[in-house]
Structures are given as C-alpha cells and as structure tokens.
C-alpha cells in the first residue's frame, strides 16, 4: 500500500465516522489529514523523479562503460608488455628484455658487453 493509499484509507475512516465538522477537534484531524495528503503528493512525485534520475544514472553508466571498453582496450598484438628471459651465451647472464630492447634480433648484454643474434620464435615460444 502506497503512502497515498493510506492517506485516502485515513480520509475514508474519518468520513465514516460521520463527525460533526464544525467541531474544532474535527476540524484538526481534517488539516492533519489534508497535510498528510499533501505530502503524499510530494513523496510520490519524488519517487518518480527518484526512478527518472536511476534511469539515467544507469545509462550513463552503460556509456561510460562503453567508453572505458573502448580507452583501455588490450591490444593483443601488442608485444610491447611482454618480457623474455634470455642467456647470454658469453657469460651466461640472464638478461630479462623486452621487444623494444631487441634491435634487429640483437642484444648486447648489459654485464659482458657481447653482442649476439636472436631467434625471435625461439624466445616466444
């Protein structure tokens, strides 16, 4: 039952009892009565406004999420994430690199100072 359900519940008993109306107590149980109805009004236009209001904030959130979707997408083809353990036949240091330390399947290790070729499938796999 709806807050202006009881209200017109309250305003239906009071009618029933078939008061005399210009008597003063009466009277402030129709004000009270007639406020409360009042405020129904407002509770139920709230709860309208307040369903509106969800409505748009869960739409805003579907595009938001479209947008995040498409700003932090993961690229898979890109490499440039990717770390690789590699040995340097030298002086047997582990060398950890990425893609972008490798320059044309070549790395120089960074303890010995030896520059060696790369099989790029070999390292990915």
Do not use: H, R, W
């Amino acid at each position: 039952m709806t807050v202006s359900e009881k209200v017109s519940y309250l305003k239906g008993l009071v009618e029933g009892l078939d008061l005399d109306k210009d008597d003063k107590t009466v009277k402030v149980i129709n004000a009270i009565i007639d406020t409360l109805d009042e405020v129904a009004e407002c509770v139920s236009e709230l709860e309208l406004d307040v369903a509106d209001i969800s409505d748009q904030v869960d739409a805003v959130d579907e595009d938001l999420a479209e947008v995040e979707d498409y700003l932090f997408e993961y690229d898979e083809d890109d490499d440039e994430d990717d770390l690789y353990e590699i040995k340097c036949p030298e002086c047997g240091n582990t060398i950890v690199a990425d893609l972008d330390m490798i320059d044309n399947d070549e790395i120089k290790c960074p303890e010995c100072g030896a520059s060696f070729q790369l099989d790029i499938e070999e390292i990915e796999e």
